[in-house]
């Protein structure tokens, strides 16, 4: 599988922003599905994941109520809608799957948040 993130950009703080990711192949089938975030000087961090088996959506605190993950399985395309973007939102975000068969990661796109 194969992700290519793209739609980040640069954006005012209470504004929103929506960057995808497509695959490949199919993500239908993926165990885990979703993105992460690394801002300048500190590790990456999971913001959102959808996991198969249970079904269950999972948000980092920071995030909850202003992000929600998404995906089209006919598209083979997931999305993460970011709304009331502040400035410490400002990150590389990176796509991420797991299937029976390994881990995948997206190239990364940066999402920038002026104050």
């Known amino acids: 599988v194969q992700l290519q993130a793209y739609g980040g950009g640069l954006v005012q703080a209470g504004e929103s922003l929506r960057v995808s990711c497509a695959g490949s192949?199919?993500?239908?089938?993926?165990?885990?599905r979703g993105w992460y975030r690394q801002a300048p000087g500190k590790q990456r961090e999971l913001v959102a994941d959808w996991v198969g088996p249970t079904g269950r959506t999972t948000y980092a605190d920071s995030v909850k109520g202003r992000f929600t993950l998404s995906s089209d399985n006919t598209k083979k395309t997931m999305y993460l809608q970011m709304n009331n973007l502040k400035p410490e939102d400002t990150a590389v975000y990176y796509c991420?799957?797991?299937?029976?068969?390994?881990?995948?990661w997206g190239q990364g796109t940066l999402v920038t948040v002026s104050s």
């Open positions: 192949g199919s993500i239908s089938g993926a165990l885990v």
């Open positions: 991420h799957v797991r299937t029976f068969n390994g881990a995948y």
